[in-house]
């Protein structure tokens, strides 16, 4: 039998552009118990999106730390001129607006990991998400773990 993973209705909090194609929103957690290892993911599907091949739904890594997860989680994404109806209708929403997150899901994270195991981390583009957010939770955790982040993007 197939696992049913939880489910919550999360008010949309902000929407920031943090660069020409890059947009970070903020879902509002609180009073939900809504908890999270850092480098889950979430799936994100949105009502009112038509004729997108791929459906209503994309997965998103959780980009804020796990150490916020009773505030807010953040989803960061990047927005072009010719992206899918689904993009767009993501690009649409506006603070107070509501989406279905699934999850957490996924294994990559640090767990099974020695708490002084050094980690070297790399990442292009966008996939940097996860690692904002294992970084940001080691920091908060008050952890002394030793992280090299290698990263690689297309403009400075
Ligand atoms: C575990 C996991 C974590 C992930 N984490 C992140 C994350 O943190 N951030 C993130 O951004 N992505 C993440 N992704 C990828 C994300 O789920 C999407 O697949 C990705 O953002 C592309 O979605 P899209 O709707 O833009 O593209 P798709 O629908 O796959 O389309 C690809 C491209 O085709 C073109 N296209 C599609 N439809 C049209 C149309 N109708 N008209 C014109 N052009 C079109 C657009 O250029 C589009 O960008 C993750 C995926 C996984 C599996």
Do not use: C, W
């Not at 981390?121 to 773990?145: Q, V």
């Amino acid at each position: 039998m197939q696992q049913k993973h939880p489910e919550y209705t999360l008010r949309l909090a902000h929407a920031e552009t943090e660069a020409p194609t890059i947009k970070t929103y903020t879902f509002d957690t609180s009073a939900l118990g809504f908890k999270f290892t850092a480098g889950e993911y979430v799936k994100v599907v949105l009502d009112g999106v038509v004729g997108d091949p791929r459906g209503n739904q994309r997965e998103f890594s959780i980009f804020s730390p796990a150490t916020r997860s009773a505030e807010y989680i953040n989803i960061t994404t990047t927005i072009e001129p010719s992206d899918s109806p689904y993009k767009n209708k993501l690009n649409s929403l506006k603070p107070g607006d509501q989406a279905t997150v699934i999850g957490p899901l996924g294994k990559f994270t640090l767990n099974g990991l020695n708490d002084d195991a050094e980690v070297v981390l790399i990442a292009g583009g966008i996939g940097i998400t996860p690692f904002r957010s294992i970084i940001l939770t080691e920091l908060a955790s008050g952890s002394s773990r030793r992280i090299t982040l290698i990263y690689s993007a297309r403009t400075p």
